[in-house]
C-alpha cells in the first residue's frame, strides 16, 4: 500500500482574473475550489494511476469535510485524524502570472499528533509512506522525524516532499526519493543558481547525505535526476499551461508509481515528468490519459559523469 502523509491540507481556491489592482474591488473571471495539500495531490494522481492509495493527515471542519467527501468520492481510502480546527484555505491568484497565498493551517494539540504517531506503528515492509508538504506551526519541530522514525521501525519505504531542515534532517535516513524545485534545492543549500550545472553538485549531495534518488524539477525547463553515480536530465512536453498547483505533487506521484511497480527508475523519472506536466496542462490534476498521451514525448539523457 502507498500511504500519503498530509500534515497540513487545504482547499486549494483557484481564481482567474485578468490582473489585480491592489486596494480596488476586483471581480473574478472563474473560481474553482479543488482539495489540495500535498499528499493529498499524490493519493488522487496515484489512484489516476490506478494505484492503492491511503491518505492519512490532519484534517478539521467544514474545509476538511469537503476534502474527504471529494476524496472518497474518487474511491479513495482515507484514514485522517480529526483535528478541531477548520483545514485552511490556499489561494491561488491566477492574473498572467501565478501568485499562491497558503495559510499557516489549524493548531493541532498533542493528542492529535500522537494519534498520527500511533498509526504509523501498524505499517509493514511492504508499504511506502510519502511525507509531504508543510506542518502546522503548532507541531514539534521534529515531528517529522517521529513519523521517519516509526517508518524505519517498520522496514517501509518513505518519499519526503518538503523544505528546509525538516528536509535536511530526513536525508539521514535514506529516503527513496527527495523532489526539491530549483528554488527549494537554493534554500536548503543557502546559495543560488545562475545555471543547471550549478545545481548538479547539490543534487549529488543530497544522495551524499543518503537520500536514494533525487529529482530537482524546474517547471517548464525540464529536471534532474540523480541515482548512484548517475545524473540525467529531462525535457518536458509541450502543451499550454493552465494550472500548475499540484504538478510537483504528480511527478512524485508518476515517480513512485512507476518505480514501486517496476523499479526502473529511468522509467520512473520519465513517468514523473510527463505526469507533473500533464497536470500543468490541466485545470485539475491528470488524468491517467493525460499522462500517457505524454510519456513518450519526454526525452532523457545522461550527462557525463564529471560534471
Ligand atoms: N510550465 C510547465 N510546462 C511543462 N511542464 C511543467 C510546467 N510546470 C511544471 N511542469 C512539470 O511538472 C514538474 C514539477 O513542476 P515544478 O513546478 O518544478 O514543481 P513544484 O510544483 O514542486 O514547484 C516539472 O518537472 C515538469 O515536468
Ligand atoms: O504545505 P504547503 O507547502 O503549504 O503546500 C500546500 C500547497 O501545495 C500544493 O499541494 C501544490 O503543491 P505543488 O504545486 O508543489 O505540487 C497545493 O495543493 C497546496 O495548496
Redesign the pocket.
Known amino acids: 500500500m502507498i500511504y500519503t502523509v498530509t500534515l497540513n491540507p487545504s482547499i486549494d481556491y483557484i481564481v482567474q482574473l485578468k490582473s489585480v489592482a491592489l486596494g480596488e474591488i476586483n471581480r473574478m473571471d472563474s473560481d474553482l475550489k479543488l482539495p489540495g495539500g500535498k499528499g493529498i495531490n499524490v493519493s488522487r494522481v496515484l489512484n489516476q494511476l490506478g494505484q492503492k492509495t491511503t491518505t492519512l493527515g490532519l484534517i478539521g471542519g467544514f474545509t476538511g469535510h469537503f476534502i474527504e467527501e471529494w476524496l472518497i468520492k474518487e474511491g479513495i481510502q482515507t484514514d485522517f485524524i480529526p483535528v478541531k480546527e477548520d483545514t485552511r484555505i490556499n489561494i491561488k491568484l491566477k492574473a498572467g502570472v501565478e501568485t499562491e497565498i497558503n495559510g499557516l493551517g489549524p493548531a493541532v494539540t498533542s493528542e492529535e499528533a500522537e494519534q498520527l504517531l500511533a498509526q504509523l506503528t501498524h505499517l509493514t515492509s511492504e508499504d511506502v509512506v510519502i511525507l509531504s508538504g508543510s506542518k502546522p506551526p503548532s507541531l514539534p519541530q521534529d515531528y517529522y522525524m517521529q513519523m521517519i522514525q516509526f517508518i524505519k521501525q517498520s522496514g517501509a519505504e518513505f518519499v519526503i516532499d518538503t523544505t528546509g531542515d525538516d528536509l535536511m534532517q530526513a536525508l539521514s535516513a535514506e529516503p527513496l526519493l527527495v523532489?526539491p524545485?530549483h528554488h527549494e534545492l537554493a534554500d536548503l543549500f543557502q546559495v543560488t543558481f545562475q545555471s543547471i550545472d550549478e545545481m548538479i553538485p547539490y543534487g549529488k549531495e543530497l544522495l551524499k547525505r543518503g537520500a536514494k534518488h533525487a529529482l530537482i524539477?524546474?517547471?517548464?525547463d525540464?529536471?534532474l535526476f540523480f541515482h548512484g553515480e548517475d545524473v540525467y536530465t529531462s525535457t518536458?512536453?509541450t502543451?499550454t499551461?493552465k494550472n500548475?498547483v499540484g504538478?510537483?505533487?504528480?511527478?512524485i506521484a508518476g515517480f513512485t508509481a512507476t518505480y514501486t511497480t517496476t523499479k526502473n527508475s529511468l522509467k520512473a523519472f520519465q513517468m514523473g515528468?510527463a505526469t507533473?506536466?500533464a497536470?500543468?496542462f490541466s485545470d485539475d490534476l491528470a488524468t491517467k490519459n493525460q499522462i500517457m498521451q505524454l510519456v513518450d514525448e519526454v526525452e532523457i539523457t545522461k550527462l557525463s559523469s564529471n560534471i
Open positions: 523532489k524545485n524539477s524546474m517547471a517548464g525540464g529536471a518536458v512536453p502543451g499551461v500548475s504538478a510537483g505533487d504528480s511527478m515528468v507533473g506536466s497536470t500543468a
